[in-house]
Nanobody, 122 residues
Framework: QVQLVESGGGLVQAGGSLRLSCAAS????????MGWFRQAPGKERAFVAT????????YYEDSVKGRFTISRENAKNTVYLHMTSLKPEDTAVYYC???????????????WGQGTQVTVSS
């Protein structure tokens, strides 16, 4: 089992920045490919970004490319999502997700965090 705990959400004005963190426990972190998803009100949960176990490869959903950066620190069992130039349409609950490598969260995650709310005001 893997436990994921997100933090760092909050209320920010449009154009601002936030950094989300996700702390993992329960399995060797370097065996996990990690990702972030989000769910806006009235919408399904959607993929945002993913990073491989080594941090050597990342992939983003088109609307966040150039604005969001996913990274990880294996020594701290933590993955981050640095969000800049935030827009009101980025408002959502953001979820951390994990899957055992070599699989990718893009096609399905094994583990999920509880979510953290991000609200961007206009």
């Amino acid at each position: 089992q893997v436990q994921l705990v997100e933090s760092g959400g909050g209320l920010v004005q449009a154009g601002g920045s936030l950094r989300l963190s996700c702390a993992a426990s329960g399995r060797t972190f370097s065996n996990l490919n990690m990702g972030w998803f989000r769910q806006a009100p009235g919408k399904e949960r959607a993929f945002v970004a993913t990073i491989t176990w080594s941090g050597g490869s990342t992939y983003y959903e088109d609307s966040v490319k150039g604005r969001f950066t996913i990274s990880r620190e294996n020594a701290k069992n933590t993955v981050y999502l640095h969000m800049t130039s935030l827009k009101p349409e980025d408002t959502a609950v953001y979820y951390c997700a994990a899957v055992l490598r070599p699989r990718t969260v893009v096609v399905g995650a094994d583990y999920w965090g509880q979510g953290t709310q991000v609200t961007v005001s206009s």
